[in-house]
């Protein structure tokens, strides 16, 4: 590859075009270079890393089209502002295994907060001294020794009687903040995070050898084994749409069902392993 070639292709790596060009935190962003290559020259594209400020969605794609390549990424970015995000080298590779790498660039995205700004209070001077009244001890004394010795029956109740913890379920579990909040401040996959992270423990806690540590697969494989009479359907099918959520945009009462829907599961789980502990 000429060293020309390699200038004509350094000079196109700035033309990132990013889409949407003005994004919330946590949209996906898909950030696109087209460029011209000689014949006979393949492009590769290297990973982006995680970090605080932003999460790659994907592998970069690469599409050749004759004497031209489409590279893509997708990623999604958790701080607000005018961003400039530094992009990997690519790599060209011609027909006799030279390898060239040339510098991918910057490339810009704005991305709008979803939370409001911070505001200012404006100090306020100090209050004067309050005036307190002068309160007899003996009227307090009283419902204190009362407090007392109510604590210390209750306490020695306690200790004859330990009534053993019940569930009360009903029909249908409404979500309570903070997922609501969440919701509202636009943060659709926490919520996703957070849905999933019950439905996994309330698995672990009925059944233990399906714990956090395996992946969606091998827990519904185990559940399959283990207990074939729970509605394994089901909970496959709400794991799975919480594993797709956290990538793919959905919408606000989609998610909302489905975390719903995984509360009622977690629920009715808990329930059955506090059936089963006490048989």
Known sequence: MT?????????????????????????????????????????????????ALVEPLSVPTVTHSGSSVVIQYKVAFFEAGYLGLAMPEIQLIDESGVVERVSGDTAWVRVISVLPEDTTLTPQPSLGPIARERKRVEFLVLPAAVVLVAAVVWALLRRRVRQRPTWHVGVRKRVEPP???W???????????????????????????????????????????QRPEWAVSEIARVLHSLDRARFAPAVPTDIVELAERADEIAISLRRAALEEAER
Not at 15 to 26: H, I, N
Not at 197 to 225: W, Y
């Open 179 to 181: 997922v609501v909040q």
């Open 3 to 51: 060293a020309g070639a390699v200038a004509m292709i350094l000079a196109q790596t700035t033309l990132w075009q990013v889409s949407p060009s003005a994004v919330t935190v946590g949209d996906t962003v898909e950030m696109v270079l087209r460029l011209q290559i000689p014949a006979g020259v393949s492009a590769h594209a290297d990973p982006l890393e995680a970090s």
């Open 183 to 225: 919701m509202n401040a636009g943060e659709p996959r926490t919520v996703v995070s957070a849905v999933t992270d019950r439905l996994r423990d309330s698995i672990a806690v009925a059944l233990p050898d399906a714990g956090r540590q395996l992946s969606t697969e091998q827990c519904l494989a185990v559940i399959e084994e």
